[in-house]
């Protein structure tokens, strides 16, 4: 039985609430490369996205988008344009059947020492401790950089578990597994009744 199979058992059949993390740039929409997303005209989803995210919230109790978003602190747009942004971005979600819970975002610039910084895992640590009724040790960490994978090392070190998922064309030895796309993780996740496509 393959990796993802057996934490999708445990998880399934644990009878507790637990929690996906996602990043947003580069899993949830396109991720503009040495930029940022600054304006909803700005964002695309990844082709596939809105209906694996769909797929997910039958599958997943608890779905939260964790993203650094240092756009903000270089100025180069405000927590309000971001706001805005995930506003709509939760309403073509919703539009389209799925769901995000919350969003937490670190807003930080590299080098600031904040622990909400990925990879740190202080987005993830935050909501778990404001939501004490989810297993943390369940969690599951998508992601399609170094960073991601990294961030869910590290909360997994913390809370005594979580998989890491990376998004990404090439297997990554350090995520648990590796997807080509969210659509493509959706669909092994949640089994053979549900689908991405």
């Known amino acids: 039985m393959d990796t993802l199979t057996q934490e999708t058992r445990r998880r399934n059949t644990s009878g507790r ?9 580069g899993v949830i929409n396109t991720r503009i490369i040495d930029g940022y997303v ?16 769909a797929v997910l919230a039958q599958w997943a109790p608890r779905i939260v988008v964790v993203t650094n978003q240092q756009g903000v602190g270089k100025g180069l747009m405000t ?26 975002v670190c807003p930080h610039l ?18 778990l401790a404001q939501h004490p009724e989810v297993d943390a040790a ?11 994978i990294e961030m869910g090392r590290r909360l997994g070190a913390r809370t005594g578990g979580t998989m890491t998922v990376r998004i990404d064309a090439v297997d990554d030895p350090h995520a648990d597994v590796t997807f080509p796309t969210l659509a493509a993780f959706a669909v092994a996740a949640a089994g053979p009744d549900h689908s991405a496509e």
């Open 110 to 127: 590299v080098g600031a020492d904040c622990d909400c910084r990925k990879p740190a895992p202080g987005m993830a640590l935050s909501y």
């Open 17 to 25: 609430q637990w929690c996906l993390f996602l990043d947003r740039d």
């Open 138 to 148: 369940l969690s599951v960490m998508v992601g399609d950089t170094e960073s991601d």
């Open 79 to 104: 927590a309000a344009d971001l706001d805005d942004i995930h506003r709509r971005m939760r309403l073509e979600i919703e539009g389209a059947g799925g769901r995000v819970d919350d969003i937490r």
């Open 38 to 53: 600054r304006t909803w005209e700005q964002f695309a989803f990844e082709p596939g996205a809105l209906e694996a995210l």
